[in-house]
């Protein structure tokens, strides 16, 4: 897997803003990334340094239309911790 697909997306959430204060920043990422991965890829794309990745996978809730029933995608998460002092700009402006 190439470094480059391995991040999707910041995850902003109420919860994920209280996490930014203490170096903590979420990343939705590919389904077959891992910790490895995930910590090079921030690494080399925010210069920072990495002590730490936890992963979760939060599954898809199942949607009913009438008589069917759909699943949504599921979603991959890392939380990364970064070195005390390090920082990650993810929103500009706020």
Avoid: C, H
């Avoid at 794309?45 to 949504?72: D, E, H, W, Y």
């Amino acid at each position: 897997m190439n470094i480059s697909e391995v991040l999707l997306r910041p995850t902003i959430t109420e919860k994920s803003t209280l996490l930014q204060e203490d170096g903590q920043y979420t990343f939705e990422i590919a389904r077959k990334a891992n910790k490895t991965l995930v910590k090079q890829a921030v690494e080399q794309n925010f210069n920072v340094t990495v002590l730490s990745v936890n992963i979760t996978v939060n599954r898809g809730k199942r949607k009913r239309f009438g008589p069917r029933v759909k699943k949504q995608p599921d979603i991959k998460k890392a939380v990364v911790t970064l070195r005390p002092g390090d920082r990650i700009d993810l929103i500009e402006g706020l």
